[in-house]
Nanobody
Framework: EVRLAESGGGSVKPGESLILSCTAS????????MAWYRQTPENKCELMTTIRKNSRTDFADSVGGRFSISLDNTKNTMYLQMNNLKPEDTGMYYCAAAIRPGGVWFEAGSWYGMDYWGEGTLVIISS
């Protein structure tokens, strides 16, 4: 059974940092594309960053330079380092995995290919 479990969310002030973790099980972690998504209080869901099995990374324009993504294949865990957080970063953060051979792809302004999702961890940025 595939399982993704996020942790590390919380409430911080603008300008502070957080590290989110996503622990995976039930599939070959290193052979899959992984991603972090954010759902805002207005219910907009957006891909924040993805890391492919070839180590290529992509970031949403809104978080480039502030967020970084990494994997620890020995722990089957993905991390999202978030720096210089802003109120607009508030939302539920989900990790996702694309385990089919094609992985993820970007087409017509959207990302496709995610097969499994975690239940999310809440991040609140407020002074």
């Amino acid at each position: 059974e595939v399982r993704l479990a996020e942790s590390g969310g919380g409430s911080v002030k603008p300008g502070e940092s957080l590290i989110l973790s996503c622990t995976a099980s039930g599939f070959v972690f290193g052979d899959s594309d992984m991603a972090w998504y954010r759902q805002t209080p207005e219910n907009k869901c957006e891909l924040m960053t993805t890391i492919r099995k070839n180590s290529r990374t992509d970031f949403a324009d809104s978080v480039g330079g502030r967020f970084s993504i990494s994997l620890d294949n020995t722990k089957n865990t993905m991390y999202l380092q978030m720096n210089n957080l802003k109120p607009e970063d508030t939302g539920m953060y989900y990790c996702a995995a694309a385990i089919r051979p094609g992985g993820v792809w970007f087409e017509a302004g959207s990302w496709y290919g995610m097969d499994y999702w975690g239940e999310g961890t809440l991040v609140i940025i407020s002074s």
